[in-house]
Each structure stands twice: as structure tokens, then as C-alpha cells.
């Protein structure tokens, strides 16, 4: 696994400049507790032989806004919506409500305190 | 009178020979599909625990237009082993389609909606096909009866072979067989316009089904004439047949079922009443 | 047409289905079933206890000390998982016999937790006894030494006494 | 332009196995919009393997995450923990592995072929592809002990032996199984009712699978040659054992079908090899360190891809759990391929995605 810093403000020219459609291919997304702060990761991999998964990671506070890559890759608005309402996160243009019920108590994979 | 004494045994004993046809059929899928089945009176036992369901109802038209279904269709179905006008009997079994049709609009269900829909389409799909074989019969044999048929000597299959064909293509249709089952379509939609229907008044819908057993293989049994051996070898057939095609076919969609049955059915029937009516 | 006709076949064919209560269907002869326990070979580690994901082993122990094996057969999902964790060969095992339906009256999941938390609490208060018999021991022990200190310094003045 | 309506499949609804919704807008219907609900199942199990279980214990809680796939999602969590825990497994306990994934893979693909059969309105067939499947059932009885949770896999190795009795079953079952396949694709590739059905339906090009990042035999009957066996070896050794590629070009419901039916005889294939060449080695690697840093894991489930990310702390409990299923990349491929065809072949595409949702919502 190769990993990848980021930061929210260069995540979108990042991915942009990596992603090609025909050549990787964008797994899940996911967020890892690190304390006070949280650690947000893209995870995309090749369709080549010998494979190699690459991961965009970057720390935030919580509550910060992460932006959206729906318009770089197609299909990630199933795995922003899921982080949305597993751990809490707030993501551009993402409402609560597809994984839990909209009324749900977000956040359930969180570390209880 | 001792000529109706069969006819009405049979009209009375109608929902119960039905069943019993029904429940055999079960079993003969199940051999077919290599399962061991339920038992023969597997229907009567649903119907008895279908009378024991909480009755709910969508509307009181509802339930009504059920029932209507369930009396209009024994009505038809009596009329045609009285022997009586077949274009009638023909038309009162349209009737009571019709009514099942009003039911199943009368509801909110998008799904009974769609069955709605689609039972109309399937009427539209195999009456055409049932008209021409009555104006061929009225041919054959100058009559519009259904009597005239039954104690015609020469069995009418011998005279509108082709008649015959198009109505065992039809027949699937009407009896909600693979692969013309559009309008139950239960993968679909759930059964369509029985959806809306339970406990008493699904009977009337449930019982209905086994009505249209007898009323088509009567339609079958009418190519045979008076020669009865031929009519239950007729009948037979036609029943290992509608089982074996319901068991190798898949569920065409409601446009392919249409194109079928007025491309190919009924062009059959009717290039067989302009034979019969050259001759 | 192939499928017509088979469909046909089919009628004179024996349906492929089992008529399962009344007839055995097909099992391995190390079928995953009930976990067996032979008590005389039990060393008390517990830890098939630590092992079990789902928790369907527990210990509860007396006053006395003897711990007894509680396994519920609901809870289990015979993984064997606790028979690898054994140290004693043949203590635990797993047998090929599936495990009978769970009765409601049995109660068998209110009843396993409410059992499962009676047990680790007998096991709590055994070692709060051991703690205070031991607290005990050690303070009589103290005490007994501390008396004999006593003593000895007691016989030590009175020799010194007697010898002074 | 016809009236729309509005035609919701779900959460309960007899073609369905799996409690997923979708609103289907229709214009006499043709579906022209798709919208899906695919998480009613939410069950926690991420949070529940890091929090009650240890890493030991993780293996067969995750094996609880699907009945079908119980076997990839426990290796898949089994190899990741074997990369936290810096161990390499023994040969035999890959090989055996492999085994089971494929016979998993067998009874999972004949699975889903009934279901398209049963939801194309072809209750014969789905009884038929049931009957045929049940050796499959069988076979894996016999190697895990169950039919159906197998608990194959623990970090560090697999559970059970395979029996040199159980191996001859194997052969013998398969070669047994051989003619029952080739009838099976005689009636999906020739029946006609059911390309009537089948064919031109539910179609997904090569482009919207790439973009939309399909997996699985979804993909491959496109023509996306996507497939972990063939991208990685670290864990397995997929090409040893005789793996080969299989898509079509289709993209629809019959090329599916195709795809699946031709996996199961590479799937054979790869259980014989195994069988023939199994090595002589112990089954479990001994460790008694701590998982610790962070680790992923990609796996070839019967649907497609599976993927695992852990990280570790040093304790007996684990900091974070990730379980991405297949059915969850192909949320968004299997929304858009329903435009553009009539709702009566709906059911069939639904099940030709062959979607998981316990799998996806966990």
C-alpha cells in the first residue's frame, strides 16, 4: 500500500492529476480516529498485474468540511454518503440520511467516550 | 331434462372440480420440476385457511367488484355447458375480466394498477382469437351454440385444425401460464390485481382461477364434438401441454406477448375461417 | 423444445427432494456439532472461556472453590474454536451430533445471561473471599507473627531480666 | 409522452432476497429514473470488531457479515490480520483456502443463475440450477463441516484438514457435476423464452463500468477485465492453480449469466489442480505477537472485489476495522443500468447484479 498526504485544500488537484478511469480504480473511502483529530483516507487501486492500492489520506478536525470528488470519480457519492453517516464526517454537497435513517443518531462506528 | 343433468351437476360441482384440477396440477409441476408437491386438496386447504384471515378491505366497491368477478365468471361458465350462444358466453366471460379490471384500478396500489393494465392487455391479446373460433364454429356448423358443438358428429378439430393450435397458444395466457403470465407477472408485481384482495374476498378472486380451468378446458373439450374418448384425450394433451410450457419457458414481457398472440395465434385462426369459409 | 420435453420426462422420474424429517439427509462424519466436555480431565484454565467469540462458555465457581462448566448450545456457533484453545488433550471436544432445537420453555437466551452474569459474578465474589481470606491469612499471619515477636521479645526481656 | 409512475420495489418484495429499495419511475413502463435505498441492514459488525471482539475472535464474527461470501470475508480479515501480525501462513493452508473460496464460488454463482432464472419468470430452471447446486452444498459440508457458516479460516492458517477421502468426493462430485453444467449452459445460452428476457436488458457499457468502477462479473460480462486473482499473488497463488480471465462484451443479463457459468468451470478447474497438487505442510502459523499498524487486503469474492483495512494498536482489540463488500462499488453501476428498460425485466436485473446487502450495509 502506498499512502499519499494530502490536505483538503490540494485533495481535489491531487486526485485530479492521479485518477485516470482506464487505469485505477476507486475503491472506499474511509475514516480512521487519531485522537482529537481524524484521519480521512481515499483508497484507489490498479487494474494492472502486479496490482498496487494507493491511499490519499489527510488529517482533520472534526466537523471540518471535506470536500466532494463526485465530479472526478462517478461513483464516489455511495462511499462519501457512507462516511457521512457512519463516522460523522461532514462532506460537500452530501446529505445525511442514505446509509441511516435521516433521524438516526449519527456516528455509530465512532469510539464510544 | 336428463340431457342437463350432467350439465348442471357439473355447473354446481364447478368450483370443486376446479379445485381438484387445481391441486392436481400442483402435483404434475412438481413432478415436472422433480419436487414431490402438496397433497391433492392442497387448495381446499389454502381455502380453508383463507377463511380464517382477517378480512380486510380497500373499499366496499372493491371487495364487491371481487365477488361480481367470481359470480359473473360461474355464470359464463354455466351458460357454456348449458350450451348456449357462444359469442354470449364469450362476451359474459369478458364481463367478468372487465370486472376485475374496474377492481383493480379502483384500488391506490400501483401494483394492482399495473396488473389492471396488464390484464386488459392480455384480454386484448387472446379475445380476438376466441371470437374467431366462435364465427368458425358458426360456420362449421350454423350455429353460434355451444350445443351445436357438442353433438356435432364430426368433431370440429378435424375441421378448424388451426383454430385449435391458436387457442392452445391463447390458452397460457388465460390461465396465467408461463410464458404469457404477464398479468399476475408475481416476480413483478406481486400478483397484480389480486394484491388488493384478502381473507373471504381473495376467495372469490382465489376460487375465480379454478372457474377459468373448467371454462377453458370446456373450450377444449368443445373441439372434440360428441365423440367424448377424443375430447378427454383432447383435454389431456392440453393439460400435460400448458404444464410442460409453463415449465420450460421464461415470462415474456406484455408487448412480446401481444405481438405473439396477434401476429402468430391469431393469424392462425383466421387464415383457418377464411379456409372454412371458402369450402 | 429441449426443456418442453424434458419438463415431460420429468414426470416419470423420482423427485430429487428428501423428505428430510423422515429420512436422514447427507452428513460428514466430523460434522461441526455439539461441543462435549469431560470434567475429569478439566484443569480449570478457562481457556476455552477467552476464546469463544460468541460466549457460550463460562465457569462459575463456588465458595469452596470448585468451578463448574456452564455451555449453552444456543449461543454456540461450534466453530471449535475452544477445542484448539485446550491444553488438555480430551477435555474439550467437539462431536458430529447436531444440536436439538432450543425450547421456549428453557428460556435459553435470558436464561444464559442471566446465568452467564450470576457465574462471573460468583467467580468475582470467590475472589473477593479469597482476597479477604487471604487478607485474613496475612493479617493472622502478621498477627501470629507479630504475637510470636512479641513473645520471643517477651522471653528475650525475661531472659534478660532473668538473666539480668 | 405517457403519464410517469412511480413504482416502488422494496423493502419487501417477492423478487428480492435482500432488503434493498428501489423507486423505479416509469413511462409505460420504461424506467427512466432510478433511485435506491440499499442500507436497511445496518448491523455494526465494524464497530463490533473493534470494541467486543478480539483479533482472534474478529475472523469468525466477520464470517457472519454474509451467508454467502462467509469464506472470502473470513480470509480476507484473516490475511489482513496475518499482515498486521507480520506472519506468513503455511502452503497447505493457502491451498486450502483457495478451495474453499472456489467451491464457495461454485454453490454462490448457481445461486444467483437461479435467481435470474426465477425472477425471468422461470420457476423450472431456478428448481433445476437449485437441484444442481446442492453437490456443491455438499462438498462444502464435508471439507468445513457446514453447509454454511464454514469458520475455515483463523489468523494464522485454516481450521481443518482435507481428508484424502473428502479429496476423492470432490472428484468424483465434479466430474459428476460436469454434464449438469454443460445442460445448465445449454438452457441459459439457447432457451428461447428466456433470451427473450435476458438478452439486450440491463445493459452497462465498457466506459460506465470503468467510470462508475463496477466489480465482479457485472464488469467482466461488460468486458472491464477487473478480478483481484488475476492483479494480486502476495496472498494467493491464483495462477499457480490454473486462473484464467473470463469476460464477454454483452454487458447484459445473458452476458452475466454467460460470465457466471464460465466461472464455475475455471472454478472447477482450480479445485482440481488444488486437489492434485496440494503440498505437505503444517496448517497454522503459531504467533503470539500483537497486530500493530495499519494493513489492506483484497480479495476476489464470488461477487467481486472485497477489500479490508485494519489498523492495529498492540492490543488484543483492534483500533479500526474497514470492510468494503462488492455489491457497495456496485451501488452506483447497478442504479444506472436500469434506464432505458421495461420494468417487466426489472427483477431479472436485479438479480443478475446478484447484490449482497448484508455484505454492503453491515
Same mark, same amino acid.
Given at each position: 500500500?502506498?499512502?499519499?498526504?494530502?490536505?483538503?485544500?490540494?485533495?481535489?488537484?491531487?486526485?485530479?492529476?492521479?485518477?485516470?478511469?482506464?487505469?485505477?480504480?476507486?475503491?472506499?473511502?474511509?475514516?480512521?480516529?487519531?485522537?482529537?483529530?481524524?484521519?480521512?483516507?481515499?483508497?484507489?487501486?490498479?487494474?494492472?498485474?502486479?496490482?498496487?492500492?494507493?491511499?490519499?489520506?489527510?488529517?482533520?478536525?472534526?466537523?471540518?468540511?471535506?470536500?466532494?470528488?463526485?465530479?472526478?470519480?462517478?461513483?464516489?457519492?455511495?462511499?462519501?454518503?457512507?462516511?457521512?453517516?457512519?463516522?460523522?464526517?461532514?462532506?460537500?454537497?452530501?446529505?445525511?440520511?442514505?446509509?441511516?435513517?435521516?433521524?438516526?443518531?449519527?456516528?455509530?462506528?465512532?469510539?464510544?467516550? | 331434462?336428463?340431457?342437463?343433468?350432467?350439465?348442471?351437476?357439473?355447473?354446481?360441482?364447478?368450483?370443486?372440480?376446479?379445485?381438484?384440477?387445481?391441486?392436481?396440477?400442483?402435483?404434475?409441476?412438481?413432478?415436472?420440476?422433480?419436487?414431490?408437491?402438496?397433497?391433492?386438496?392442497?387448495?381446499?386447504?389454502?381455502?380453508?385457511?383463507?377463511?380464517?384471515?382477517?378480512?380486510?378491505?380497500?373499499?366496499?366497491?372493491?371487495?364487491?367488484?371481487?365477488?361480481?368477478?367470481?359470480?359473473?365468471?360461474?355464470?359464463?361458465?354455466?351458460?357454456?355447458?348449458?350450451?348456449?350462444?357462444?359469442?354470449?358466453?364469450?362476451?359474459?366471460?369478458?364481463?367478468?375480466?372487465?370486472?376485475?379490471?374496474?377492481?383493480?384500478?379502483?384500488?391506490?396500489?400501483?401494483?394492482?394498477?399495473?396488473?389492471?393494465?396488464?390484464?386488459?392487455?392480455?384480454?386484448?391479446?387472446?379475445?380476438?382469437?376466441?371470437?374467431?373460433?366462435?364465427?368458425?364454429?358458426?360456420?362449421?356448423?350454423?350455429?353460434?351454440?355451444?350445443?351445436?358443438?357438442?353433438?356435432?358428429?364430426?368433431?370440429?378439430?378435424?375441421?378448424?385444425?388451426?383454430a385449435f393450435v391458436a387457442l392452445l397458444l391463447v390458452l397460457p395466457i388465460k390461465l396465467k401460464k408461463s410464458p404469457f403470465d404477464v398479468?399476475?407477472?408475481?416476480?413483478?408485481?406481486?400478483?397484480?390485481?389480486?394484491?388488493?384482495?384478502?381473507?373471504?374476498?381473495?376467495?372469490?378472486?382465489?376460487?375465480?382461477?379454478?372457474?377459468?380451468?373448467?371454462?377453458?378446458?370446456?373450450?377444449?373439450?368443445?373441439?372434440?364434438?360428441?365423440?367424448?374418448?377424443?375430447?378427454?384425450?383432447?383435454?389431456?394433451?392440453?393439460?400435460?401441454?400448458?404444464?410442460?410450457?409453463?415449465?420450460?419457458?421464461?415470462?415474456?414481457?406484455?408487448?412480446?406477448?401481444?405481438?405473439?398472440?396477434?401476429?402468430?395465434?391469431?393469424?392462425?385462426?383466421?387464415?383457418?375461417?377464411?379456409?372454412?369459409?371458402?369450402? | 423444445?429441449?426443456?418442453?420435453?424434458?419438463?415431460?420426462?420429468?414426470?416419470?422420474?423420482?423427485?430429487?427432494?428428501?423428505?428430510?424429517?423422515?429420512?436422514?439427509?447427507?452428513?460428514?462424519?466430523?460434522?461441526?456439532?455439539?461441543?462435549?466436555?469431560?470434567?475429569?480431565?478439566?484443569?480449570?484454565?478457562?481457556?476455552?472461556?477467552?476464546?469463544?467469540?460468541?460466549?457460550?462458555?463460562?465457569?462459575?465457581?463456588?465458595?469452596?472453590?470448585?468451578?463448574?462448566?456452564?455451555?449453552?448450545?444456543?449461543?454456540?456457533?461450534?466453530?471449535?474454536?475452544?477445542?484448539?484453545?485446550?491444553?488438555?488433550?480430551?477435555?474439550?471436544?467437539?462431536?458430529?451430533?447436531?444440536?436439538?432445537?432450543?425450547?421456549?420453555?428453557?428460556?435459553?437466551?435470558?436464561?444464559?445471561?442471566?446465568?452467564?452474569?450470576?457465574?462471573?459474578?460468583?467467580?468475582?465474589?470467590?475472589? !473477593?473471599?479469597?482476597?479477604?481470606?487471604?487478607?485474613?491469612?496475612?493479617?493472622?499471619?502478621?498477627? !501470629?507473627?507479630?504475637?510470636?515477636?512479641?513473645?520471643?521479645?517477651?522471653?528475650?526481656?525475661?531472659?534478660?531480666?532473668?538473666?539480668? | 409522452?405517457?403519464?410517469?409512475?412511480?413504482?416502488?420495489?422494496?423493502?419487501?418484495?417477492?423478487?428480492?432476497?435482500?432488503?434493498?429499495?428501489?423507486?423505479?419511475?416509469?413511462?409505460?413502463?420504461?424506467?427512466?429514473?432510478?433511485?435506491?435505498?440499499?442500507?436497511?441492514?445496518?448491523?455494526?459488525?465494524?464497530?463490533?470488531?473493534?470494541?467486543?471482539?478480539?483479533?482472534?475472535?474478529?475472523?469468525?464474527?466477520?464470517?457472519?457479515?454474509?451467508?454467502?461470501?462467509?469464506?472470502?470475508?473470513?480470509?480476507?480479515?484473516?490475511?489482513?490480520?496475518?499482515?498486521?501480525?507480520?506472519?506468513?501462513?503455511?502452503?497447505?493452508?493457502?491451498?486450502?483456502?483457495?478451495?474453499?473460496?472456489?467451491?464457495?464460488?461454485?454453490?454462490?454463482?448457481?445461486?444467483?443463475?437461479?435467481?435470474?432464472?426465477?425472477?425471468?419468470?422461470?420457476?423450472?430452471?431456478?428448481?433445476?440450477?437449485?437441484?444442481?447446486?446442492?453437490?456443491?452444498?455438499?462438498?462444502?459440508?464435508?471439507?468445513?463441516?457446514?453447509?454454511?457458516?464454514?469458520?475455515?479460516?483463523?489468523?494464522?492458517?485454516?481450521?481443518?484438514?482435507?481428508?484424502?477421502?473428502?479429496?476423492?468426493?470432490?472428484?468424483?462430485?465434479?466430474?459428476?457435476?460436469?454434464?449438469?453444467?454443460?445442460?445448465?449452459?445449454?438452457?441459459?445460452?439457447?432457451?428461447?423464452?428466456?433470451?427473450?428476457?435476458?438478452?439486450?436488458?440491463?445493459?452497462?457499457?465498457?466506459?460506465?463500468?470503468?467510470?462508475?468502477?463496477?466489480?465482479?462479473?457485472?464488469?467482466?460480462?461488460?468486458?472491464?477485465?477487473?478480478?483481484?486473482?488475476?492483479?494480486?499473488?502476495?496472498?494467493?497463488?491464483?495462477?499457480?492453480?490454473?486462473?484464467?480471465?473470463?469476460?464477454?462484451?454483452?454487458?447484459?443479463?445473458?452476458?452475466?449469466?454467460?460470465?457466471?457459468?464460465?466461472?464455475?468451470?475455471?472454478?472447477?478447474?482450480?479445485?482440481?489442480?488444488?486437489?492434485?497438487?496440494?503440498?505437505?505442510?503444517?496448517?497454522?502459523?503459531?504467533?503470539?505477537?500483537?497486530?500493530?499498524?495499519?494493513?489492506?487486503?483484497?480479495?476476489?469474492?464470488?461477487?467481486?472485489?472485497?477489500?479490508?483495512?485494519?489498523?492495529?494498536?498492540?492490543?488484543?482489540?483492534?483500533?479500526?476495522?474497514?470492510?468494503?463488500?462488492?455489491?457497495?462499488?456496485?451501488?452506483?453501476?447497478?442504479?444506472?443500468?436500469?434506464?432505458?428498460?421495461?420494468?417487466?425485466?426489472?427483477?431479472?436485473?436485479?438479480?443478475?447484479?446478484?447484490?449482497?446487502?448484508?455484505?454492503?450495509?453491515?
Open positions: 500500500m502506498k499512502k499519499i498526504e494530502t490536505s483538503l485544500a490540494t485533495l481535489k488537484n491531487d486526485l485530479a492529476s492521479f485518477y485516470n478511469p482506464a487505469e485505477h480504480h476507486f475503491m472506499v473511502m474511509n475514516a480512521v480516529e487519531m485522537g482529537e483529530k481524524m484521519e480521512v483516507q481515499w483508497f484507489f487501486c490498479d487494474y494492472a498485474h502486479p496490482c498496487e492500492t494507493t491511499c490519499f489520506f489527510t488529517l482533520i478536525e472534526r466537523g471540518e468540511e471535506v470536500p466532494s470528488i463526485k465530479d472526478i470519480v462517478d461513483s464516489a457519492w455511495v462511499a462519501e454518503a457512507e462516511l457521512v453517516d457512519l463516522m460523522n464526517i461532514n462532506v460537500e454537497n452530501t446529505a445525511k440520511g442514505f446509509v441511516l435513517e435521516p433521524d438516526f443518531e449519527s456516528g455509530p462506528l465512532l469510539k464510544k467516550k | 331434462m336428463n340431457g342437463y343433468l350432467l350439465p348442471v351437476l357439473l355447473i354446481i360441482l364447478a368450483p370443486f372440480i376446479g379445485g381438484l384440477v387445481y391441486g392436481f396440477e400442483r402435483i404434475v409441476k412438481a413432478r415436472m420440476q422433480r419436487r414431490i408437491g402438496p397433497p391433492l386438496l392442497q387448495p381446499f386447504y389454502d381455502f380453508l385457511k383463507l377463511a380464517d384471515k382477517r378480512q380486510m378491505i380497500v373499499h366496499s366497491a372493491h371487495a364487491f367488484l371481487g365477488i361480481m368477478h367470481f359470480v359473473s365468471l360461474w355464470f359464463a361458465l354455466a351458460l357454456l355447458l348449458l350450451g348456449a350462444d357462444l359469442i354470449l358466453v364469450i362476451f359474459l366471460h369478458l364481463l367478468s375480466s372487465a370486472l376485475l379490471i374496474m377492481a383493480g384500478f379502483s384500488t391506490r396500489s400501483i401494483f394492482s394498477h399495473l396488473g389492471a393494465n396488464r390484464t386488459a392487455l392480455s384480454i386484448l391479446a387472446y379475445e380476438p382469437v376466441l371470437i374467431i373460433i366462435a364465427v368458425s364454429l358458426f360456420i362449421n356448423t350454423g350455429s353460434f351454440d355451444a350445443a351445436a358443438a357438442f353433438t356435432s358428429e364430426e368433431p370440429l378439430l378435424f375441421k378448424m385444425p388451426l398479468a399476475e407477472a408475481h416476480q413483478e408485481i406481486t400478483g397484480g390485481v389480486e394484491l388488493e384482495f384478502s381473507g373471504l374476498f381473495f376467495e372469490a378472486v382465489y376460487t375465480a382461477k379454478w372457474l377459468d380451468y373448467i371454462f377453458c378446458y370446456t373450450l377444449v373439450f368443445l373441439f372434440a364434438g360428441s365423440n367424448i374418448l377424443l375430447g378427454i384425450g383432447l383435454v389431456a394433451g392440453t393439460f400435460l401441454y400448458l404444464n410442460a410450457l409453463d415449465n420450460s419457458t421464461a415470462r415474456v414481457n406484455y408487448k412480446q406477448m401481444l405481438r405473439f398472440s396477434l401476429g402468430i395465434a391469431f393469424t392462425l385462426a383466421f387464415i383457418n375461417l377464411l379456409i372454412n369459409s371458402l369450402t | 423444445m429441449n426443456t418442453f420435453f424434458s419438463a415431460i420426462g420429468n414426470l416419470f422420474k423420482e423427485p430429487v427432494t428428501t423428505k428430510y424429517p423422515f429420512e436422514p439427509t447427507y452428513k460428514p462424519d466430523d460434522y461441526r456439532g455439539l461441543i462435549g466436555f469431560e470434567e475429569s480431565l478439566c484443569i480449570w484454565c478457562r481457556r476455552c472461556e477467552l476464546a469463544c467469540p460468541p460466549g457460550a462458555i463460562v465457569f462459575s465457581q463456588d465458595m469452596e472453590g470448585k468451578q463448574t462448566y456452564h455451555y449453552n448450545r444456543a449461543v454456540c456457533i461450534y466453530c471449535g474454536e475452544c477445542v484448539r484453545a485446550c491444553p488438555k488433550e480430551g477435555a474439550l471436544f467437539q462431536t458430529a451430533e447436531p444440536a436439538p432445537c432450543a425450547l421456549k420453555e428453557e428460556n435459553i437466551n435470558n436464561g444464559w445471561n442471566q446465568l452467564f452474569d450470576e457465574a462471573l459474578d460468583s467467580r468475582e465474589k470467590f475472589a !473477593a473471599e479469597k482476597k479477604r481470606k487471604a487478607a485474613e491469612k496475612a493479617a493472622a499471619d502478621k498477627a !501470629a507473627a507479630a504475637a510470636k515477636k512479641a513473645a520471643e521479645e517477651q522471653a528475650g526481656t525475661n531472659n534478660e531480666t532473668s538473666a539480668g | 409522452m405517457g403519464k410517469q409512475y412511480e413504482i416502488p420495489v422494496g423493502a419487501q418484495h417477492i423478487s428480492l432476497l435482500e432488503p434493498l429499495h428501489f423507486r423505479f419511475t416509469t413511462e409505460n413502463e420504461k424506467i427512466v429514473k432510478t433511485d435506491a435505498n440499499v442500507f436497511y441492514v445496518h448491523r455494526g459488525i465494524e464497530q463490533a470488531c473493534c470494541s467486543k471482539f478480539k483479533f482472534r475472535q474478529v475472523s469468525f464474527v466477520v464470517g457472519r457479515v454474509c451467508g454467502l461470501c462467509s469464506i472470502s470475508h473470513t480470509t480476507a480479515y484473516s490475511q489482513v490480520a496475518e499482515k498486521l501480525l507480520k506472519i506468513e501462513i503455511p502452503r497447505r493452508a493457502k491451498y486450502l483456502r483457495m478451495l474453499v473460496i472456489e467451491l464457495d464460488r461454485i454453490h454462490s454463482h448457481l445461486l444467483c443463475l437461479s435467481h435470474v432464472a426465477e425472477n425471468s419468470g422461470f420457476e423450472a430452471l431456478f428448481m433445476k440450477t437449485m437441484q444442481y447446486r446442492e453437490f456443491s452444498m455438499e462438498l462444502l459440508e464435508a471439507v468445513c463441516g457446514n453447509r454454511i457458516q464454514y469458520d475455515f479460516s483463523i489468523v494464522g492458517g485454516v481450521t481443518r484438514d482435507l481428508k484424502p477421502e473428502v479429496a476423492d468426493m470432490i472428484l468424483k462430485r465434479l466430474d459428476h457435476f460436469m454434464p449438469q453444467l454443460e445442460e445448465l449452459i445449454g438452457i441459459y445460452k439457447n432457451n428461447w423464452t428466456l433470451s427473450l428476457k435476458n438478452k439486450g436488458v440491463g445493459r452497462i457499457s465498457k466506459e460506465d463500468a470503468m467510470r462508475l468502477n463496477v466489480v465482479g462479473p457485472f464488469a467482466r460480462a461488460a468486458g472491464l477485465a477487473v478480478d483481484v486473482r488475476n492483479e494480486t499473488e502476495d496472498l494467493l497463488p491464483w495462477k499457480e492453480v490454473g486462473y484464467e480471465m473470463i469476460t464477454d462484451t454483452a454487458g447484459d443479463v445473458h452476458a452475466r449469466n454467460m460470465v457466471r457459468l464460465r466461472e464455475i468451470e475455471v472454478s472447477i478447474r482450480i479445485i482440481r489442480n488444488v486437489i492434485a497438487g496440494l503440498p505437505e505442510s503444517d496448517l497454522v502459523t503459531e504467533t503470539k505477537a500483537f497486530p500493530e499498524g495499519e494493513a489492506t487486503v483484497r480479495l476476489e469474492a464470488p461477487r467481486g472485489e472485497l477489500f479490508y483495512y485494519a489498523k492495529g494498536n498492540k492490543t488484543q482489540v483492534l483500533e479500526r476495522l474497514k470492510i468494503k463488500a462488492p455489491t457497495f462499488s456496485n451501488v452506483a453501476g447497478m442504479v444506472h443500468a436500469f434506464t432505458n428498460n421495461e420494468y417487466a425485466s426489472a427483477p431479472a436485473i436485479i438479480a443478475s447484479y446478484d447484490p449482497c446487502l448484508s455484505c454492503t450495509a453491515r
